[in-house]
């Protein structure tokens, strides 16, 4: 079994930043993929960022050059920074781990006011 736990949300005012972390643990193989995702009211779920066991990093276009994900394979921990936040960034934020299925934390409430 997998869990993980994210935690680091909260209320900020535009412009401000804030760091959220994903702790995993259970059977989490050696090599994974490690995202965040985010789900805004009255919205789909949608794809922030992806990084790999080895480094490789990949952004939604509405986040690039503001957020910035990366991993402590050693802690089994991913990160997300996310700097010059906007309202539109306003969501509860997922960590996932793909390690032959996907599996899903319980999220972390981000709001961002204007």
């Known amino acids: 079994q997998v869990q993980l736990v994210e935690s680091g949300g909260g209320l900020v005012q535009a412009g401000e930043s804030l760091r959220l972390s994903c702790a995993a643990s259970g059977s989490i193989g050696t090599v994974n993929t490690m995202a965040w995702y985010r789900q805004a009211p009255g919205k789909q779920r949608e794809f922030v960022a992806t990084?790999?066991?080895?480094?490789?990093?990949n952004y939604a276009d509405s986040v690039k050059g503001r957020f910035t994900i990366s991993r402590d394979n050693g802690k089994n921990r991913v990160y997300l920074q996310m700097n010059s936040l906007k309202p539109e960034d306003t969501a509860v934020y997922y960590c996932?781990?793909?390690?032959?299925?996907?599996?899903w934390g319980q999220g972390t409430q981000v709001t961002v006011s204007s």
């Open positions: 990084i790999t066991a080895g480094g490789n990093t």
């Open positions: 996932t781990l793909t390690f032959s299925r996907i599996f």
